[in-house]
């Protein structure tokens, strides 16, 4: 399911629907001019008696086909786990909530104009008149109590605008760290994909995808926001994309340090994040990586290398993103753990890597 249908905006197709906006058109059709057949026009108490008929069936049609496009759409357990978690994050974990009170809001409505709708036919027009604005009404106030949630779909539909379209049956690369270490400029310098690079923190606040072309297959290379040095349960809306994708996603995980002494954070700081790394993933699956080694003094390396290696990170590997000193190698350390990682093959395109 998930190689066949691999973007989330093809598998939630959803449109941002407020009670605000819906109300408003409600309004609008109830004031619109109706056209009555020419059968019953003759007939000036029945021709009034349908007009409210037809307004409130139009009503009626509007309001279930909006609503119909949520209760439609996939639960989370339906979704990969990575796309999943992606909109739980977007809707505040009120998405599937939506979902079901929406499906119950539409029986709700259904009765409401069954009931309505005998008791229009059967009225007088002063009768029909009365009744149609109840029924507005009702239908407006059940809509109000019921989905009080639909202010969450313009987050989860913004979300779905920006998540890049995932193939979960071929290699993915993770670039990881706290901010300003040097992510997207390593992704931008490997992929295809172009992230914003800026001297600023938190430049990259959506997941990120390129690609890198071995001729048979393509490797998937994520940027992700940087993680700052707290627990999981302390982290904001940014950085829980990243843990998502570390999480939920077959990978290697690349974490990458600033160890020059100008660094945005301190080297013990850094170090933080990657025991969370370590912790979602395990240690296996992720490669240390110091970034920037054109600006560290050696004595800086040793130290912090030792340090690493204190820590079971015996294999670090020194790159400079910016100048593409051994970033060919770290890719081809990168799928050759992960071909060790989940039984694959992928090594033997590696003649076709030029970077």
Not at 54 to 73: D, F, M, P, S, V
């Amino acid at each position: 399911m998930y190689g066949e249908h691999r973007c989330l905006s093809n598998l939630v197709k959803i449109r941002a629907v407020t009670y605000d906006g819906l109300r408003r058109e409600v309004l609008n059709i109830f004031t619109k001019r109706v056209e009555v057949p020419r059968s019953v026009r003759g007939d000036p108490s029945k021709s009034k008696v349908l007009v409210y008929l037809l307004k409130c069936e139009k009503i009626y049609q509007y309001i279930a086909t909006n609503l119909g496009y949520i209760a439609r759409l996939p639960k989370t357990e339906n979704l990969h786990g990575f796309y999943a978690e992606l909109i739980n994050i977007a809707s505040k974990n009120m998405y599937d909530e939506l979902i079901v009170n929406t499906s119950i809001s539409i029986k709700i409505l259904t009765n409401l104009w069954s009931r309505y709708r005998r008791a229009i036919l059967n009225s007088t027009p002063t009768e029909a008149k009365k009744l149609a604005q109840e029924f507005v009404g009702r239908t407006l106030s059940t809509i109000r109590r019921k989905m009080r949630m639909l202010n969450i779909l313009d987050d989860i539909v913004k979300t779905i605008k920006v998540t890049p379209c995932i193939d979960f049956e071929n290699p993915i690369i993770i670039v990881s760290g706290m901010p300003q270490v040097g992510k997207s400029t390593l992704v931008g310098r490997i992929s295809t994909a172009k992230p914003l690079v800026s001297p600023y923190p938190f430049t990259t606040k959506n997941i990120i995808l390129g690609h890198i072309d071995l001729g048979y297959i393509k490797i998937q290379v994520i940027d992700t926001p940087g993680l700052l040095d707290r627990g999981i349960d302390e982290m904001n809306e940014i950085e829980r994309k990243a843990i998502a994708a570390l999480k939920h996603l077959n990978s290697v995980a690349l974490y990458l340090f600033d160890p020059t002494p100008e660094a945005y954070y301190t080297f013990e700081r850094q170090l933080v994040p990657l025991k969370t790394v370590e912790q979602l993933i395990g240690k296996e699956k992720v490669i240390v990586v110091f970034n920037k080694i054109d600006k560290v003094p050696r004595e800086y390396l040793l130290k912090y290398k030792e340090a690493l290696e204190g820590q079971g990170y015996s294999d670090i590997v020194l790159i400079s993103a910016l100048h593409g000193i051994n970033v060919e190698e770290l890719i081809k350390k990168s799928i050759k753990k992960y071909d060790e990682l989940y039984h694959t093959n992928y090594s033997q395109f590696l003649q076709h890597i030029h970077i």
